[in-house]
Nanobody, 120 residues
Framework: QVQLVESGGGLVQPGGSLRLSCAASGFTLDDYSIGWFRQAPGKEREGVSCIRSSDGSTYYADSVKGRFTISRDNAKHTVYLQMNSLKPEDTAVYYC?????????????WGQGTQVTVSS
């Protein structure tokens, strides 16, 4: 079965850090561009960051630039999202997604999500 599995979410105080991980099951994650998305209660899902498989290019939403870093470890077949200087507005369910070029489509593979809560 083809699926993605996120981990690393949790409760953190404002200004804290978390590292999310995205691992693949049933396919080789290295061949895909991987995006991170998030959805807060009552809001639409939004793109946070993406890393392309072709050249390693990375992309970030303006709201997270300078605070979040996406990376991949092909030896471990895992993509990470390092989140620093977290703010309450970063609270959301975070999903990873696999596609061909950082462009989600009907063929994308999605994870089940991991909750990130930033609160004092």
């Amino acid at each position: 079965q083809v699926q993605l599995v996120e981990s690393g979410g949790g409760l953190v105080q404002p200004g804290g850090s978390l590292r999310l991980s995205c691992a693949a099951s049933g396919f080789t994650l290295d061949d895909y561009s991987i995006g991170w998305f998030r959805q807060a209660p009552g809001k639409e899902r939004e793109g946070v960051s993406c890393i392309r498989s072709s050249d390693g290019s990375t992309y970030y939403a303006d709201s997270v630039k300078g605070r979040f870093t996406i990376s991949r470890d092909n030896a471990k077949h895992t993509v990470y999202l390092q989140m620093n200087s977290l703010k309450p507005e970063d609270t959301a369910v975070y999903y990873c997604e696999a596609d061909q070029a950082c462009i989600p489509s009907t063929k994308s593979v999605w994870g089940q999500g991991t909750q990130v809560t930033v609160s004092s």
